[in-house]
Nanobody, 116 residues
Framework: QVQLVESGGGLVQTGGSLRLSCAAS??????MGWFRQAPGKEREFVAT????????YYAHSVEGRFTISRDNAENTVYLQMNSLRPEDTAVYYC???????????WGRGTQVTVSS
């Protein structure tokens, strides 16, 4: 059974930074990623990274500000978030896939709040 546990969320001022972590237990996943859901909105894609770390993709809204990375030895994926804006406020969810085309596992989420 795979479990994903996020950490690193919190309250930060506009322009600040946070680093989210997601520890996976049970197996090494193919692709891993981050999604977010703001109040009253649907969950949206933020970033994804391939198994070897060489393939990364970002939502247009975060490109250039967020960086996704992974440490396969620790089975952990990270999301470095810089230049945070109030519109980045959301619950951030870690996701993992057994294959490069699936999202099979989800964490419970971590709250990120950016104050103006």
């Amino acid at each position: 059974q795979v479990q994903l546990v996020e950490s690193g969320g919190g309250l930060v001022q506009t322009g600040g930074s946070l680093r989210l972590s997601c520890a996976a237990s049970g197996r090494t996943l193919s692709r891993m990623g981050w999604f977010r859901q703001a109040p009253g909105k649907e969950r949206e894609f933020v970033a994804t990274i391939g198994r070897t770390g060489g393939q990364t993709y970002y939502a247009h809204s975060v490109e250039g500000r967020f960086t996704i990375s992974r440490d396969n030895a620790e089975n952990t994926v990270y999301l470095q978030m810089n230049s945070l804006r109030p519109e980045d406020t959301a619950v951030y969810y870690c996701a993992g896939g057994k294959y490069s085309s699936t999202w099979d596992y989800w964490g419970r989420g971590t709250q990120v709040t950016v104050s103006s």
